[in-house]
């Protein structure tokens, strides 16, 4: 063979090698480990699929689509087990799939990898779960699977995904802190948020034999969890780890340290359920890595152990960089072992970054090109030269246009080969969100500029590149809107006025002390309330705005402006001007109000129950004689009002009482209600609350199966005495409520969010309501399900339950359709949560008319304490933790269970330590920006309702001209809610851009056919 024939043979071989190489490098990467299982058009699964435990079928959906159906009947637990897979201890992983519960039922479905899993609330409409997972370090877990547990009905999966990911963390100050992570003061802490989108992974985990299951370690017999702590070059002069047991039915759960991995120091063990912190010995300390190992020893008894909060806390030498750690997980589709590529660190914000490290392992420089393309947003894209063996780190900037989650694509290339491709999904806080405000005429160094209620500031945000000349708003009569001035100074100053003038059209006025400014308050998110939310602090308090204040630098600080017009207001432009001093200079900032010629009704039409605890008011505001807790309780109510919000309870302290007279069967009962008729004078018929939670005495209560049966003056429920002594009191109740006309507003409420197991104790206690007073509402916190229909009155679902035709069939029965939030549902539906959009409150009542929703219900509006996590009598500061915590009556003292930041907390108490002794603070609770955008929600339904009944009136009308019926036929097309505003419960809009331009529509409408009504003389008296 020749020289140059060996030559073309080295090189080919070469070639061959390198092609080796490169497929080696990524078995797997990119690639759906479940096949065609979730092949787009696959209608066959792969062999070894197979249902365990229950029925299950394979169908077909219209596009071809294969969809796997699971039926469960609250015994079985139907799963589809996957066959063995390639999966690999340690390594990353996303799982995502489409599902949905076509009937409607209960339970939950279930769906991971080996021992790790995660359950979701199934709901009507198809609705995609994904999360990501670090697999399990133990044998033969290597299987998925997706089912359901304790669910009534049918439940569907489609467009399943198994994907390996990496994990890439933050690199800050010369050290690497994934989510959870932080430093601050010179103290490191990692608290894993088991509840966090990438549910156990956490960049200290180095072993985890243990099962996972949603937000907690499930400990068995001989498992264990090992966490290894290291911040850079920093050593650890203390620590402490802490470790929260939430369940327990057997064995012992051993906490131990170790410098090495392989000498472990005993820290102690927790043989019950509860919260407990252990210090690690001196003997360890300083050290450069700290391992913690959790774990049972084999033969320990059987059952179950399960581990819902760990934390690890040192004190680090010298002085390191305060940074909080993140994690972005970055799905590789391509990758070459010759020109390695990996992605360093994503920092998303609007201004992203994407840092590649590129090394050459070829023979020759090479020259490449990096890109980072956003599915929404500007691309970067920038080229180095790498030497062979060299390596070199390359920055790509890249810009986001709209918060949320995005999709990236990073890629590298080599000429035209693409030789590294990846992808992330990068989410944008909504407060980095700089798409929208117009700046204002003033001083360049205030930076001044202007937004609508239903965006939430974030602090380091940009200076808006619109221009306006002031401020505008537009309401009608007896409507209250929102707005927002906000300051951003060049240098710290201090705010020393801000005055409003009063508002001037012709010889009409607004009074100024019809418009109100308060002070934007900003609280810390720590731990995000689900997977579309980030870390960071959140305007959400709206106290009274108390000058001087100081203001610092290349910081936003809003100011809340609401304007009020009384019913009745003239219609007109009505101008005046904001007058803003400062140390640094001041501005006169032009403000034009736009008043339609038409007023709100004094009632309104939405119905809502939101709960309200007098309790927490009186221990926040140190209330403690009756005059006090009355006079603060009159102005919380005031404050229901104005946001057109009814309570559960508007008379705590005046509620009706029933005693009882006579003996043996001539006992009676006997009704109080002067003290109540008196509130409900004023809250109903006067500020017109359209709802209110009728306690019923006498009723039983428990959860399955351990139910208590109700009495009355000792007579147990089921007996001849109670049944009579029920009757009576309960017709003596409706006659008098009918009587005032308070019958339709009242509402039973006495079991909440019933399983299926409580069905039958529910139709006893409502069967029971109904014998003794037909016309009394029922209403219960549950779909219609089982044998429930027929026996309630109100449906209250949550709000993934209910679709448009499912609300007209229960209303075309005589029931009432509500809904309501609560701890859940999260993203992606809206929600009550701080670290959410600022205008999904307002979009709820919107989407409320979108579904035929005639009510809404929250549970709680003053939530600010957990017994369980502050055990009396300690109480935690809300300003200070905006998170929602579990309430508690079946944990421990220092359980930490998250329920949400914000939820059940629309209004705040002073900004002070509860804690420390004080005077009795006789003002009203602090609204929120979430309260204030309900209202204004509930103000938009209004816009709805009327423009509804004008289009209804002059549609009965016989003569008809052709104008009036374009106008009508254009009318009847603005009371349906348009896509831009809300597709469905999942896809909606997070901009209050379509919601404004929509109401203003309806606004000019409503004003258009009262032209009508007055040219036909529609009567008055049929008018809203």
Known sequence: MTEKSNKKVYCAIQLLVMIVMVLAATPTMGKNLLGSAADPDGRILPAGWHVSGGEGKILSSRNGKAILEVVGNLVNSPVWLAPTLPLTGGETYRFDYMTRNPNGGNGIVVGGAGSVNRDFAPGINWHHNRYIFRFTDADGQNFVRLGQWDLDGTTQFKTIKLIPVEAVNRQDGGVVLGEGEQIAKGVYTDTPDYNWFGSNVNRALVRATAGFNSNRWIFTDGTEVIYQHTVGKYEQESGEVTVEVNYRDAGQLFISASRDGFNWTPLGSMGAVGRQSFKIPNDLLPAKTMEIRLNRPPNDGGGMLEVDAYQYRSRLAGDPPNVVGDTQFVEIKNSSSVINAKIEQIKSSTFGKVSFMLTNRSNKSRHLICEVVPDKGTPGRLSTWVNPDKSSLVIVPFKLEKPGSHTIKAQVLSGRTVVYEGAAQVTLSILDDSSYGEKLPGPKSLGLWTCGSGWKVGRKRLLPVAHANGIFISLAGNEYEDTQLVVKPERPLTLTGLRVSDLIFRHHRIAASQISVKRVAYVQVTVPTDSSCVTGKYPDPLPPLVTPLKLPADRNQPFWITVHTEAGQPAGIYRGNIRLQTSDGSAVIPLKVKVYAFSLPKRFHLRSGLGVDAGAINQYFHLKTDAEKRLVWKKTMDNFARHRISPYNFAPYDPISLTFTGSGEQIKPVLHFSAFDQQAHIYLDEMRFN??????????????????????????????????????????????????????????????????????????????????????????????????????????????????????????????????????????????????????????????????????????????????????????????????????????????????????????????????????????????????????????????????????????????????????????????????????????????????????????????????????????????
Request: hydrophobic share 30%; proline share 10%.
């Open 691 to 1024: 709802g209110f939670v009728l306690p019923i005495e006498g009723m039983g209560g428990g959860r399955y199966p351990d139910y208590t049966p109700g009495t009355l003056d000792g007579f147990k429920q089921g007996t001849p005495e109670y049944e009579r002594l029920f009757r009576e009191y309960l017709s003596a109740l409706q006659q008098h409520l009918k009587q005032k006309g308070w019958l339709s507003k009242a509402y039973v409420y006495w079991f909440d969010e019933p399983s299926p197991q409580d069905f039958p104790f529910v139709i006893k206690g409502m069967q029971q309501i109904h014998r003794a007073a037909p016309l009394i509402k029922r209403l219960l916190t549950k779909q219609p399900a089982g044998a429930l229909p027929g026996n309630v009155d109100i449906w209250c679902a949550l709000t993934p339950y209910w679709t448009p035709q499912l609300a007209v069939k229960e209303k075309k029965s005589g029931d009432e359709v509500w809904w309501y939030i609560c701890t859940g549902p999260k993203a992606p539906y809206l929600g009550e949560f701080i670290d959410h959009p600022g205008v999904q409150l307002r979009l709820w009542p919107w989407q409320s008319w979108q579904y035929g929703v005639q009510g809404i219900l929250i549970w709680d509006t003053t939530y600010w304490n957990s017994p369980a996590l502050y055990p009396p009598p300690k109480v935690p500061n809300p300003w200070k933790d905006p998170e929602s915590y579990v309430y508690g009556n079946y944990q421990p003292n220092g359980y930490v269970g998250r329920w949400g930041n914000g939820d059940g907390r629309f209004l705040y108490p002073p900004d002070q330590d509860p804690n420390q002794p004080s005077k009795p603070i006789l003002m009203g609770p602090i609204s929120s920006t979430r309260w204030e955008n309900l209202r204004d929600g509930m103000e938009d339904y209004e816009y709805l309702w009327m423009l509804k009944r004008r289009v209804d009136q002059l549609s009965a009308l016989n003569k008809k001209s052709g104008q009036l019926n374009s106008d009508l036929v254009r009318a009847k097309r603005l009371l349906v809610v348009p896509p831009d505003i809300s597709v469905d419960t999942t896809h909606f809009t997070s901009s209050p851009r379509p919601i404004m331009r929509r109401r203003e529509q309806i606004a000019q409408m409503i004003e258009r056919l009262d032209r009508w009504e007055e040219k036909y003389k529609v009567s008055s008296s049929s008018k809203p």
